[in-house]
């Protein structure tokens, strides 16, 4: 059968919720077991693909082209499983689906409401499987914090589903905050005390409270909040910070995180094997070398909008044995100062993903710099049309070359809209989104790196290469190594007199691993270490 682990977060919101469901996953499935996860979001908006990523942050896509939350990439990083749509839900999915079995008449004219109708549908979602005959794990973590008003349908949910199948098949993990006061110099209960009592107030009972906290917690107060929260003290579990988010699965397995859960579902706790995970985080702590990446870009003031690029540069230097050290580079404050100020000493340059026009002549500043200083570069989605254009540019000398999303009248638009894109009009879900195939050209890098030459990335975008203008790119050196199998859509490109200037229109850091690094991101860390 089917067990559930319900994650949820109180106090303050930023606790690390998804990372302790992550690690929990990892420690589950080091020990035999297979393991799912959700997220259930409250907020309104169907998906995250519409949301500025300065403000949410980056937003991840599966292979099945859902654009989710970006706890879904701490997920596939760390349990090392590839999710799909049923993954992520969030308040407009489930008030959207209700609203359309209200008008095809499914409710027989019963007035729709919160309860049951809503929670109806949230519990369906975690039903959610494959295989029901399959046994499994499910961890599923609900966003926002205990007390918000969007979070209660959720949590409404969870109480009746715990009814449905059992508190022993269905348990819940809280993680909340014991603060510090240095004036003081204690840490303070009453807060997870509170969010408990919270929690309870809506027919919830915690079985397993992981607290984030900066110093250790004496064993005096775990059977303090153990009293007042009605859990076992041995399940009041300490996370302190980390330096590193890869650290914190070996940090919640000495603190017995999966035998805790194990136990209040009734399960054998078999003795992990963790040495790969083990292996990998040693490699991280303990480098041998060094290296300067720079990222440039237009959402460089929050760096979770460019999470999964950051994670798989990580992975890159992991798998090298190598510190990656990133400097951020404003793309807009690139047109300003110029490449050599902002970009002198590096040993990498990365132009991720993004939209719209602002900072775009920085980019194409930067991948210039690259092109001539021969720097290693990756280019990533908007990063591969940055390089075709400036290759147009400075290279074909087409000093008007440009992408049709930023100037609709150039005469030499190199990037341009996909045909089937241009009857679009919703935003949302729309664009050539998931995995799709690929076939590399033999003898490329990008061919030497795979390892083969038929592969499968993610994707994210409406853009592609021109196919008017790939004979004159050709001939003026411009490698297309990467193409969809009809070999209508340029997929990769190079340089062949470049030691390593390689771009792709996927999002190759969405299948990127702590201990299986990206080709593409192990091969730049490789290059510039070289350099």
Known sequence: MIKYVFVTGGVVSGLGKGITAASLGRLLKARGYKVTMQKFDPYINIDPGTMNPIQHGEVFVTDDGTETDLDLGHYERFIDESLDHRSNVTSGKVYWSVLNKERHGEYEGHTVQVIPHITNEIKSDFYHSDDKNEDRIAIIEVGGTVGDIESQPFLEAIRQFQQEVGHENAIMIHVTLIPYLHASEELKTKPTQMSVRELQRLGLQADILVCRTEYPIPQEIREKIGLFCNVPANHVLQNTNAEFIYEVPLMMEHEHLAQSVLECLHLPCPEPDLSDWTHMVENLRHPSRETVIAIVGKYTQLHDAYLSVVEALKHGGIANRAKVKIRWVDSEELEKSGAETLLAGVNGILVPGGFGS??????????????????????????????????????????????????????????????????????????????????????????????????????????????????????????????????????????????????????????????????????????????
């Open 358 to 531: 602002r900072g775009i002549e920085g980019m194409i500043m930067a991948a210039q710099y690259a092109r001539e200083h021969k720097i290693p570069y990756l280019g990533i989605c908007l990063g591969m049309q940055i390089a075709i254009i400036e290759f147009a540019r400075d290279v074909l000398g087409w000093a008007d070359a440009n992408s049709t999303e930023f100037d609709p009248n150039t005469e030499h638009p190199v990037i341009d809209l996909m045909p089937e894109q241009k009857s679009v009009t919703d935003l949302g879900g729309t664009m050539r989104l998931g995995a799709y195939p690929c076939v590399l050209s033999d003898g490329s890098k990008a061919h030497a790196l795979y390892g083969t030459t038929q592969i499968s990335e993610r994707h994210r975008h409406r853009y592609e290469v021109n196919n008017d203008f790939r004979a004159e790119l050709e001939e003026a050196g411009m490698q297309l190594v990467g193409q969809s199998p009809d070999g209508h859509i340029v997929e990769m490109i190079e340089l062949s007199d470049h030691p390593y200037f390689v771009a792709t229109q996927a999002h190759p850091e969405f299948k990127s691993r702590p201990n299986n690094a990206h080709p593409l991101f192990r091969g730049l860390i490789e290059a510039s270490l070289r350099r």
